[in-house]
Every structure is written in C-alpha cells, then in structure tokens.
C-alpha cells in the first residue's frame, strides 16, 4: 500500500521569502515521487520529478525537492516566492511495482498564498 | 505537440442520467489514466489503459467505467448519476508504463450533476 501526507493544508508567505512545502510518504516498494502544481480552474502541472536518480532534484520556475530515504520525505522549497506561485500544489507517489503499479496516489493538496 | 484534450470541459446533467467524457492524450502516448478531483475527497485514481487494456482499477463503483480506441483516445462512462458524482474528471497520458514516467494532465471536465 501506498500513502502521501502534506503536512500543512495551508501555507502563507511574503512575495520574495522562502517557500517550504512538507510531504511524507509511504510506499511499499522504491517509489517514483512527483510535485505538481494546479492554478485555479486548471489541470495539474508538472514541477519535479524524483526516480531514483540523484536525491535533489530540480524542477521549473525555481522549485526544488530532496528525497530523505530515512526520513520517507520529499519536501519542496523555493528561495524565493514570486506571486505567480499561489496555486495548490500536490505530492505524488508512485510505486515501481505491485499491484498497485501505476497508480498514482496524491496527498491531500497545500494552498499556498503569497502576499505583496 | 498538442497536450492532453478533454470534452467537453463543462457539463450539466441531472441525477439519474449517464455521462461519456472524453480524452485525447498526448501524440504517441498509449497510456491514459483518469482521475477524479472532489473538495472533500481530493484526487482519486478511476482507472489506466494502456494498448486498449484496463492495466489498473482505482475503487470506485462499477457505474464507472472506461475504453481506450485503438487511436489511444480514451471514453470515460458514468452511468445513472448521483449528485456525489459532481467533480472535476481529469485525464493524464503518458509515454510508457514503468512508474518514472510522468503523467501529463489535460485541464479536466466539471461535471455538475444536479
């Protein structure tokens, strides 16, 4: 079985601050782990992805994530906020094998809001 | 290359009725998977085609269901409708099976059911 956690619901912060996104997962086999981002009234863009290559991984627009084996994380962080980046962002896993091959399970969402 | 495509993106229908919606992927991808998006359930996996095969069921009741064309294009069904139904149905393609393929997201139809 396979779970994502986003630690927080709601994130707020000041245009030009750091942006700090928690995600807990778990998984029973290596997982392939995924950041998308959802403006509103739209579909899910990709920002990162992590499969097993190089724990850091970069994405666009800035974003980056670090895999934490030990610590089944995979946070997402930005050092700077632009108002651009409100938006709902989600966790993904994805298990390399099983039964649930495939299958995509997200975390619940964090709203981030920027302010001026 | 053209993305995802969903039609229709908008759609009213009343409880009781059945629903087609529809999903082009991304040229040269097989695999489409759909997805069900709800402010109280959040995102939910329905299903995965791949060569015009379910590969992979998410748990949802069987007046869900779904085809791949020979094309790749892919039809998802919702029989008699419940007003639970109301969501946001987004379909994903991607290039292959393995799981470090990323899916990429058409921008969804709203299916209000009333």
């Known amino acids: 079985a396979q779970s994502v956690t986003q630690l927080d619901s709601h994130v707020s912060v000041s245009e030009g601050t750091p942006v700090l996104l928690r995600c807990n997962y778990s998984s029973s086999y290596s997982p392939s782990l995924f950041w998308y981002v959802q403006h509103p009234n739209k579909g899910l863009q990709l920002l990162l992805k992590?499969?097993?290559?190089?724990?850091l991984v970069k994405g666009i627009n800035g974003f980056e994530a670090e895999f934490k084996k030990s610590e089944t994380s995979f946070h997402l962080t930005k050092p700077s906020a632009h108002m651009s980046d409100a938006a709902e962002y989600f966790c993904?896993?994805?298990?390399?094998?099983?039964?649930?091959?495939?299958?995509?399970?997200f975390g619940q969402g964090t709203i981030l809001t920027v302010h001026p | 290359k053209a993305g995802v495509t969903q039609t229709p993106r908008y759609l009213i229908k009343t409880r009781g009725q059945q629903v087609t919606l529809s999903c082009s992927p991304i040229?040269?991808?097989?695999?489409v998977s759909w997805y069900q998006q709800t402010p109280g359930q959040g995102l939910q996996f329905l299903f995965e085609y791949f060569s015009e095969t379910q590969r992979n069921k998410g748990n949802f009741p069987g007046r869900f269901s779904g085809r791949q064309f020979s094309n790749s294009r892919s039809e998802m069904n919702v029989s008699t409708l419940e007003l639970g139904d109301s969501a946001l149905y987004l379909c994903?393609?991607?290039?292959?099976?393995?799981?470090?393929?990323?899916?990429?997201f058409g921008p969804g139809t709203r299916l209000t059911v009333t």
């Open positions: 992590y499969t097993s290559a190089a724990t």
């Open positions: 040229s040269g991808h097989r695999s």
């Open positions: 994903a393609s991607r290039g292959g099976l393995v799981s470090s393929y990323e899916q990429y």
């Open positions: 993904v896993v994805s298990p390399a094998g099983g039964t649930s091959y495939g299958k995509l399970t």
